[in-house]
């Protein structure tokens, strides 16, 4: 017992800077408290003893605003920052080493009875405000960003974000090239969503934008060859983009507009 109560100490440490000592912890974090409350109160369903475990659990609610069912199974090293309004269902399965923050809701999909919540593997973070719904499987180490809904089951080392809850994987090289691309046609990346992980939309989008790029230099190689036999000159001059469509006042447009202009000026 005192062994599992030093590792839930220790994990605060490890996920919150603001953790100063350990007195501090013990008293005034509430996910703690939530944690502790917990592991009496599925001692004592364990025990057959439901109506109490229930009523500890809802004491627990009460104090700390936050609601695990007793029946729920949850490891080792598990922490909940801040903690208010997280809920965690009567099936819900959470493995060693994972973090959930607030707002966070493991629930049901379904009135039937059986396995109706989802089971985390070890070393599992779920973002603030996010819902994971359903008797899915969050695979290890995986992420799922703040304010998601997921509804269907995630691989390990995978990170999910949106609602529905996709997957979104690290860029590569060939996102840099793209931009290159892009910059050299309008002056700006249109579609760039963020500068760490690829969307599914955004990668979709980039398909298409390479299939027209692919089509662009195609089409001039051909324009020149039909000049070269003889034939009348093709304008392969792309039209400009519509400066009124970006707001000079916003910076981040202010620097797109910049850098088209660069562009273009080099070009004429």
């Not at 892009?182 to 969307?199: L, N, R, T, W």
């Amino acid at each position: 017992m005192f062994k599992r109560l030093r590792s839930d100490i220790n994990c605060v440490f490890d996920r919150d800077p603001a953790a100063r000592n350990t007195f501090e912890v013990l008293t005034t974090y509430p996910g703690l408290h939530a944690i502790l409350l917990y592991r009496m109160a599925h001692a004592l369903w364990n025990w057959r003893l439901k109506w109490f475990a229930r009523w500890l659990s809802g004491l627990a609610r009460w104090l700390t605003g936050i609601e695990i069912h007793p029946a729920a199974k949850i490891g080792d090293r598990f922490f909940i920052d801040h903690g208010m309004g997280v809920v965690i269902g009567e099936t819900a399965e959470i493995g060693n080493d994972c973090t959930l923050y607030h707002g966070v809701t493991l629930g049901g999909t379904s009135w039937l009875p059986g396995k109706r919540h989802p089971t985390l593997r070890d070393g599992v973070v779920v973002g603030a405000g996010a819902k994971v719904l359903g008797p899915i499987e969050i695979g290890s180490q995986a992420r799922i960003g703040s304010n998601a809904v997921v509804l269907k089951s995630v691989e390990s080392d995978q990170t999910v974000v949106g609602i529905p809850g996709r997957v979104v994987n690290a860029k590569g090289d060939d996102v840099k090239r793209r931009r290159e691309k892009m910059a050299e046609k309008i002056g700006f990346d249109a579609y760039g969503v963020s500068q760490e992980m690829s969307d599914p939309v955004e990668k979709a989008i980039y398909s298409l934008l390479d299939h027209i790029q692919g089509q662009d230099e195609k089409l001039e190689k051909m324009a020149k060859e039909l000049a070269r036999l003889g034939g009348e000159e093709i304008d392969m001059k792309l039209p400009k983009l519509d400066d009124a469509v970006l707001d000079p006042g916003d910076p981040e447009q202010a620097a797109h507009l910049k850098a088209r202009q660069e562009v273009e000026a080099k070009t004429e």
